[in-house]
């Protein structure tokens, strides 16, 4: 699928190696059409997922953020997106504080069996956030990173 409305946007996917990453692979030799937009970033786990790498993210100038992991109950490693759903939902509660708009983040299960679900994950993801727009500058941007330690 071209990028839509002729605009590329910065949005970056963190996606566990062995279901997301997996099923984002398979919607690709399935030939699915999907947005040119996510850029992803391969983690082992979801639980791996520190809630701090979508704030530099979103502060470092991503339009949008997606984290996609294994289902719950079938983590490679057992437990692991029991944690990141935990940090995560804490997380979308925090984004409003720092002045990011929480629906530029989303954390979504999808198998590597599942092509054609991370397609639909991905393309309504990718709607959504150009629907919203570029992100806006977000004031003090760089002070805050240096503040979290993160710049």
């Known amino acids: 699928m071209p990028v839509m409305d002729g605009r590329e946007l910065?949005?970056?996917?963190?996606?566990?190696?062995?279901?997301?990453?997996?099923?984002a692979d398979t919607a690709g030799v399935a030939r699915f059409d999907q947005p040119t937009d996510l850029r992803v970033v391969r983690?082992?786990?979801?639980?791996?997922?520190?809630?701090?790498?979508?704030?530099k993210a979103l502060l470092s100038g991503a339009d949008g953020v997606l984290?996609?992991?294994?289902?719950?109950?079938?983590?490679?490693?057992?437990?692991?997106?029991?944690?990141?759903?935990?940090?995560l939902e804490v997380l979308k509660q925090f984004l409003p504080v720092t002045g990011?708009?929480?629906?530029?983040?989303?954390?979504?299960?999808v198998s590597a069996s599942e092509g054609q679900k991370w397609q639909e994950v991905v393309t309504k993801?990718?709607?959504?956030?150009?629907?919203?727009?570029?992100s806006p500058?977000?004031?003090?941007?760089a002070e805050k990173l240096k503040a979290a330690n993160l710049g």
Do not use: K, Q
Not at 10 to 23: D, H, P, T
Not at 100 to 109: K, V
């Open 100 to 109: 990011i708009d929480p629906e530029r983040f989303e954390y979504t299960w």
């Open 10 to 23: 910065r949005i970056v996917g963190f996606l566990c190696n062995w279901c997301s990453y997996g099923g």
């Open 137 to 141: 500058a977000i004031a003090d941007a």
């Open 67 to 87: 984290v996609s992991g294994c289902h719950p109950r079938d983590c490679h490693y057992s437990e692991g997106n029991f944690y990141a759903r935990r940090r």
């Open 125 to 134: 993801f990718t709607e959504r956030i150009h629907l919203l727009g570029p």
């Open 43 to 55: 983690l082992p786990c979801t639980g791996r997922m520190d809630p701090l790498f979508v704030v």
